[in-house]
């Protein structure tokens, strides 16, 4: 069991996203999503401190929540958001990384952290090896 002061965590500052319900979830977490959309051009993304200021795509991740058919697991993945993008940009922790076992020709990385109301998250990156993209895949709390 990992503790939420463990070296190695990122604290963030922000908080889960509250509530039960999934529909006001969702509204929270996208309108959080949206001012970052409308930041950019083209394809939602944000720097990353880890991988020396570099893009990590977001349009993945709301796609993948999409995908979910379980409204349990969609609020569970959807209220850490905005403790996710903030690890993103601003940690510098080592991740624990390894190769897709289903496509080689990729490398998941995840991160730990702790919200400010002390639950322990995982952010999951997803980088292509030929081209050196970065998706954000998932996030998820961390149950062990």
Known sequence: MIKPNTPGVFRSRCSRVSGEDLRIIYKKSYSFYKNLKAKTRRMPY?????FNKEKIFLELFWRHLNDKKNFR??????RYFPCAIELIEKTRIEPMSRENPNKRSEIFHRFLGVSRDKYLFVVQVKERK?????????????EK
Do not use: E, I, Q
């Open 73 to 78: 697991d969609k609020v569970r993945r959807a």
């Open 130 to 142: 030929k081209s050196g993209n970065k998706w954000l895949m998932s996030v998820f709390p961390w």
């Open 46 to 50: 944000v720097r990353s401190a880890y």
